[in-house]
């Protein structure tokens, strides 16, 4: 008899473990990928209650949908991801993801704004691509967009609203804005172009007698940024700059290794920033004495600057580098990663937050700058001008620190 039961035991845990392994060799290619979109954020996300819901459930939950075609696995992927409440962890289908990526490092076809979900839930501008279309037009930081093409845009997504402002070069589209601060909204018509990345602007501003002062404006935190805005320093001190003023107004980020690069290009010594992780853990960036530069630093910041901008102006006022001029920055200080799915769509998900040296977490309360100067929005031509407050006032703390 106990022979027999034990055989009966083998039979048994068989039977289970087959049963156990059989749905794994049988699921289908969505099923497959929304397990691995599941798997991703189960491991990297940076709340590990998810948004306070049991994550196990929901993954069988939406492995029993219909999932037999690419739409119906990734709107289900879309859904299970829009329960954790976080409008920065979200799908990219193969296009998003190819764009998205073709943003931080070379062109793109379209309008020249980058967006962002608000604490609302409304479709808000983060800052104009500097020579864009919606830059010309005036479109200008914390703007809502009400509709595109007539669609409400409280029905699309961030990304599908990213979407449907791009296009082939010399069509039209057609936005509601409700500018900051108005009640009434207006419709403008903007012809798509091709949309220049490169990040840097740079000049060697003269009008000053004896005091040089070296410009650099940094629209975007690509893939190339931190090359060029270390080329456009050596230029100008070359050119003899005395002093430096560095224009991250209306620029809402992108890679965060850029803005540690680019931070070192300032700092000598001292942390950069600081992440912390779902468990609490730390991490830490620093100077490695690389500066090009020890000359007197005005840095420029606006509601636009964002993200990887408000990583380096907390890098460089934190270390007593550079005296901030401006409005108080966007508050956005959540990291994302980005990873490929098997049909080259994407997810981006926040996996970390950051905090400045002096451990500031500034998501959705921004960094005030050392002095604030009301300013309203300006046309790239007018920056530099007396219409600029903003630089007209680093340009006096330049030239006091120099006295």
């Known amino acids: 008899m106990v022979k027999r039961s034990g055989l009966w035991l083998t039979i048994l845990f068989a039977l289970f473990f087959c049963w156990q392994i059989q749905p794994a060799a049988a699921f289908t290619e969505g099923q497959k990928e929304l397990l691995q979109s599941w798997r991703i954020v189960n491991q990297a996300y940076i709340d590990e209650t998810f948004n306070n819901q049991n ?48 943003n931080t490092s070379g062109e793109l076809e379209g309008v020249g704004l980058q967006i962002n979900i608000n604490a609302a839930g409304e ?30 845009t409280s029905i699309l997504t961030l990304d599908e609203s990213a979407g449907r402002m791009r296009g082939k070069v010399g069509t039209t589209v057609s936005l509601t804005i409700l500018p900051r601060g108005e009640e009434t909204p207006v419709t403008v018509d903007l012809v798509r172009d ?24 940094l629209s975007q935190f690509s893939a190339n940024a931190a090359q060029e805005v270390a080329t456009a320093i050596e230029e100008l001190e070359q050119l003899g700059a005395e002093g430096y003023i560095l224009d991250l107004r209306n620029n809402p980020g992108g890679l965060l290794e850029a ?48 993200s990887a901008g408000e990583i380096l102006a907390g890098a460089l006022q934190d270390n007593g580098r550079g005296l901030l001029v401006g409005a108080t920055t966007f508050g956005k200080g959540l990291i994302q990663s980005l990873f490929e799915l098997v049909d080259g769509a994407g997810l981006a998900v926040t996996v970390a937050k950051y905090e400045t040296p002096n451990h500031k977490d500034i998501n959705k309360l921004g960094i005030t700058p050392d002095r ?32």
Not at 68 to 79: L, V
Not at 131 to 150: K, M, N, Q, V, Y
Not at 272 to 300: C, H, K, W
Request: glycine share 6%; net charge negative.
């Open 259 to 306: 803005g540690i690069e680019i931070a070192r290009l300032w700092l000598s010594e001292g942390k950069i920033v600081y992440t912390v992780n779902r468990e609490g853990t730390m991490g830490s960036f620093e100077a490695n004495g690389t500066a090009l530069t020890q000359d007197p630093l005005v840095v420029l910041v606006n509601e636009g600057t964002a």
């Open 55 to 102: 994550w196990w459930l929901l993954r069988r939950k939406f492995l029993k949908g219909q999932l037999d075609n690419s739409e119906e696995t990734y709107t289900a992927i879309e859904e299970m991801l829009a329960t954790l409440d976080d409008p920065y962890t979200r799908l990219l289908r193969p296009e998003q993801y190819s764009s998205l990526q073709i």
């Open 372 to 403: 604030l100067v009301a300013q309203k929005p300006i046309f790239l031509d007018q920056i530099g001008t007396e219409a600029d407050q903003q630089y007209q006032t680093a340009v006096q703390l330049l030239t006091n620190t120099m006295l």
């Open 194 to 217: 091709v949309i220049s990345l490169s990040p840097v602007y740079a000049t060697l501003d003269e009008r000053l007698d004896n005091f040089p002062i070296g410009y650099v404006r």
């Open 123 to 152: 479709l808000e501008v983060v800052a104009p691509i500097a020579g864009s279309p919606a830059a010309t037009a005036g479109i200008a930081p914390r703007d809502r967009i009400l509709a595109i093409d007539g669609i409400s």
